[in-house]
C-alpha cells in the first residue's frame, strides 16, 4: 500500500528556512492521478493546509503562507520537499505530507509526520 | 480561527450515539463541495475517516455515519466505544480561499 515519511531538521533556528522532505513508497510520484500535500499541526491545536504540489511542478498554497512557501518534486527518488522561509515560533508544528487525489478532495493516505520546532 | 466550526468537544458514554457538528458557508461546503472527515488518536497522524461527504472507507466500521445539508455536515458514531475517543476534524474545500480547509477539530470523550 501507499506509504508516506516525512523527513527534516526537528529544530530551525528564527528566520531560518524549515526544510522537509516527504519519501513515497508504494506508489509513483509520478502517477497522472496524484498530488501531493502538505499540512501541519500546531501543538495542541488544529490542521492547516500548506499547500501541495503536482509531478509536472505545478504547485497551489494558502494564501496565508504564500509568500513563505516552496515545494519541489523529485520524480527519481520518489520524493517531494517543503521549504518555509523566514520561521517564527508560530511555525512550529508537526508537519504531515500527503496524497490527494486529482478530482476529489480528501487526503489519503497521510505520513505519521514530523516535529518542527523553531527556536534559537 | 477555522474556516469551518466545530464544537471543540463532545462526550457520551459507551454503547450510546454522538453527533459532531461541522458548519461551513456558501464558499465551501455550501457551494456543494464535498465533506471528509478524519479521525486522529492521541499521538497519531490523522486517518481519514469518511470522505465525499457520506461514504466510509472499507476498513472503517459502520457505526461511523455522516450526511450534509446546506453549509453543515455532520458526522455520527453509534455504539460508542473506549477506543472511539479521539479527535475528529471535518475538511472541504473553500473557493474563497482557493484551497482546503478544516475545522477546528472535537474531542471526543468516552466516558
Known amino acids: 500500500q501507499v506509504q508516506l515519511e516525512e523527513s527534516g531538521p526537528g529544530l530551525v533556528k528564527p528566520s531560518q528556512t524549515l526544510s522537509l522532505t516527504c519519501t513515497v513508497s508504494?506508489?509513483?510520484?509520478?502517477?497522472?492521478?496524484?498530488?501531493w500535500t502538505w499540512i501541519r499541526q500546531p501543538p495542541g491545536k488544529g490542521l492547516e493546509w500548506i499547500g501541495y504540489?503536482?509531478?509536472?511542478?505545478?504547485?497551489s498554497y494558502n494564501p496565508s503562507l504564500k509568500s513563505r512557501v516552496s515545494m519541489s518534486v523529485d520524480t527519481s527518488k520518489n520524493q517531494f520537499s517543503l521549504n518555509l522561509n523566514s520561521v517564527t515560533a508560530a511555525d512550529t508544528a508537526i508537519y504531515y505530507c500527503?496524497?490527494?487525489?486529482?478530482?476529489?478532495?480528501?487526503?489519503?493516505?497521510w505520513g505519521q509526520g514530523t516535529l518542527a520546532s523553531v527556536s534559537s | 480561527q477555522s474556516v469551518l466550526t466545530q464544537p471543540p468537544s463532545v462526550s457520551g458514554a459507551p454503547g450510546q450515539r454522538v453527533t459532531i457538528s461541522c458548519t461551513g458557508s456558501?464558499?465551501?461546503?455550501?457551494?456543494?463541495?464535498?465533506v471528509q472527515w478524519y479521525q486522529q488518536l492521541p499521538g497519531t497522524a490523522p486517518k481519514l475517516l469518511i470522505y465525499?461527504?457520506?461514504h466510509r472507507p472499507s476498513e472503517v466500521p459502520d457505526r461511523f455515519s455522516a450526511s450534509k445539508s446546506g453549509t453543515s455536515a455532520s458526522l455520527a458514531i453509534t455504539g460508542l466505544q473506549a477506543e472511539d475517543g479521539a479527535d475528529y476534524y471535518c475538511?472541504?474545500?473553500?473557493?474563497?480561499?482557493?484551497?482546503?480547509?478544516f475545522g477546528g477539530g472535537t474531542k471526543l470523550t468516552v466516558l
Open positions: 465525499a461527504n457520506s
Open positions: 500527503a496524497r490527494g487525489s486529482l478530482g476529489y478532495n480528501w487526503f489519503d493516505p
Open positions: 456558501r464558499s465551501n461546503i455550501g457551494t456543494g463541495y464535498d
Open positions: 475538511q472541504s474545500y473553500d473557493s474563497s480561499l482557493s484551497g482546503w480547509v
Open positions: 508504494g506508489a509513483s510520484i509520478s502517477g497522472d492521478s496524484s498530488y
Open positions: 504540489i503536482y509531478h509536472s511542478g505545478y504547485t
